[in-house]
């Protein structure tokens, strides 16, 4: 009757070369290294869109520019908390204003901001849609 020889349990070692970061250098001065700023500030702002009412808000003024009234239409809610929303935002300098006479018109700080929203919103959307 013959033997059957067991299968080793252990990987078998190959003698390839390493690839991935032995063989790159690696960033070692300053200047290519992120500035820590910069990384602050961004950190920021992805706090400040990080809220659902926020991002709402942030939504409808990628629009188009909208005074607080508006805003409290659409999104039926509170003036005194869309106030404080806007005033965060606009610490952030997510949003700016203008005036025109008693009112105060909000828009998007820049196309920078219009499109973190728009890629944010489309990403979050992107599980919505699937069929599993």
Same mark, same amino acid.
């Given at each position: ?55 709402? $808000?942030?939504? &409808?003024? !990628?629009? @188009? ?8 239409? *659409?999104?039926?809610?509170? %003036? ?5 929303? $806007?005033?965060? &935002?606009? !610490?952030? @300098? ?8 008693? *009112?105060?018109?909000?828009? %998007? ?22 069929? *599993?």
């Amino acid at each position: 009757m013959a033997v059957k020889k067991r299968a080793s349990s252990k990987p078998k070692e190959t003698s390839k070369a390493p690839v991935g970061c032995e063989q790159e250098p690696h960033a070692s001065t300053p200047e290519e290294l992120l500035d820590w700023k910069l990384c602050a500030r961004a950190a920021g702002i992805f706090r400040a869109l990080g809220d659902p009412s926020r991002l709402q $808000l942030l939504a &409808l003024l !990628a629009r @188009r520019e909208m005074c607080v009234t508006e805003l409290k239409e *659409h999104l039926n809610d509170n %003036l005194p908390a869309i106030s404080q929303r $806007l005033k965060l &935002l606009r !610490a952030e @300098r997510i949003v700016q204003s203008r005036r025109q006479g008693k *009112h105060i018109h909000y828009s %998007l700080a820049d196309e920078h901001i219009k499109h973190l929203i728009s890629n944010g919103l489309a990403h979050g959307g992107e599980d919505l849609h699937k069929t *599993h």
